[in-house]
């Protein structure tokens, strides 16, 4: 009675498997019978050839040993002999396969606990599959997400998108920026993984999760996106970010141009007293932000991108080197503390920048 009780259930679990989390039964049964056959060899240490018989009507699991009737037996776990075999049934013959059950108390024991852990993996996989679905449609999109923990020994930062909890890293953390509990953050979705490895950071508070997704407050995606969000003639296309190089938490540069001459590229962007960049610096924690034209002439746009120095001529040769002259007083400025202007300047127009005094 006992056992058929854990049968019903097992395949009441299947059903709503495949109701709740789309999980096809049929799926679930050729795994359950394959780790069931797999268990019972590993058991009774033997290559036994053995068939599991689930049976969703009658919610019956059993199994059989699997013989072939033979003259003289070579091999006790796959074959019988004709003799045995017509104690069983006189009609046995030579060549025909028969299936011995195979009623054990303690495999009962083994079979159930096999069965919890293939429907919980299956639960698993379907949740998985579930949020990469999720997240595939929000690739390189902006999330909002609530910070749920931050004392993590990784540096790693917990948040919950709405969609699952996942772990920002140190890494990808603009640098110096603090949370706690309850902050909301605007997130960048930059890789959606499918065959996800243990998260870091997430291990000390969901040790059975991988990583489905990657989020970041580092990519230049997270700037463009804001941008899209801030600027209405970004968004409908009028204003277009040609490129950006960023070092996140000191410095962005961006460069965009108008399809349409009456509309300032730069003018949208920062807003009416710079109120449109405003919000961006204060999401990017005080992070400042250069808003340059582009221009198809690489001595305008190498000119635009050291800004705000004054550049006062280019000479670019055929390896794409640019070689750049300023005032004296200009050097300084040009290069950038540590040299960031002119390194985030040639990220950004992908030529290398050489600049010399006048």
């Not at 059950?101 to 919980?120: C, G, L, P």
């Not at 540590?338 to 290398?352: D, I, P, V, W, Y």
Request: hydrophobic share 40%.
């Amino acid at each position: 009675m006992a056992k058929a009780k854990e049968n019903a259930a097992l395949f009441d679990a299947l059903d709503d498997l495949q109701k709740e989390r789309g999980i096809p039964k049929d799926y679930m049964l050729e795994r359950l019978s394959a780790a069931l056959v797999s268990a019972y060899k590993k058991a009774y240490s033997n290559s036994t050839n053995v068939k599991v018989v689930l049976d969703p009507e009658t919610k019956e699991c059993r199994l059989f040993r699997v013989l072939t009737v033979v003259d003289e037996v070579i091999d006790e776990q796959s074959e019988i002999s004709l003799e045995d075999a017509k104690k069983i049934s006189k009609r046995h013959k030579l060549g025909t396969v028969i299936e011995l059950e195979i009623k054990t108390k303690e495999f009962s024991r083994t079979s159930a606990q096999i069965a919890k852990q293939v429907i919980i993996q299956g639960i698993r996989e379907a949740e998985r599959g579930m949020l990469i679905k999720e997240y595939e449609n929000k690739k390189e999109e902006i999330m909002t997400a609530t910070v749920v923990a931050t004392e993590l020994a990784s540096g790693a930062v917990i948040v919950n998108t709405g969609t699952s909890e996942v772990a920002l890293t140190k890494a990808e953390q603009i640098p110096g920026e603090t949370f706690k509990a309850g902050d909301l953050v605007k997130v960048f979705v930059t890789e959606v993984n499918h065959d996800p490895k243990p998260e870091e950071g997430a291990e000390e508070k969901k040790p059975s999760r991988g990583r489905v997704v990657t989020i970041s407050r580092v990519h230049p995606g997270l700037v463009k996106r804001l941008f899209e969000l801030e600027v209405p003639e970004i968004a409908d296309g009028t204003v277009i970010i040609k490129n950006i190089s960023r070092e996140a938490g000191s410095r962005t540069k961006m460069a965009v141009y108008s399809r349409n001459e009456s509309v300032d590229p730069i003018g949208a962007c920062i807003g009416n007293r710079g109120a449109r960049i405003a919000g961006i610096v204060d999401e990017l924690k005080g992070e400042k932000i250069d808003v340059i034209k582009y221009s198809e002439t690489p001595e305008e746009y190498i000119s635009a991108a050291l800004s705000p120095a004054v550049v006062k001529s280019i000479y670019i040769d055929d390896e794409k080197t640019a070689r750049v002259t300023v005032a004296p007083d200009q050097l300084s400025l040009a290069i950038g503390k540590e040299g960031q202007n002119a390194r985030l300047a040639a990220r950004l127009t992908g030529f290398k920048i050489d600049i010399k005094p006048e």
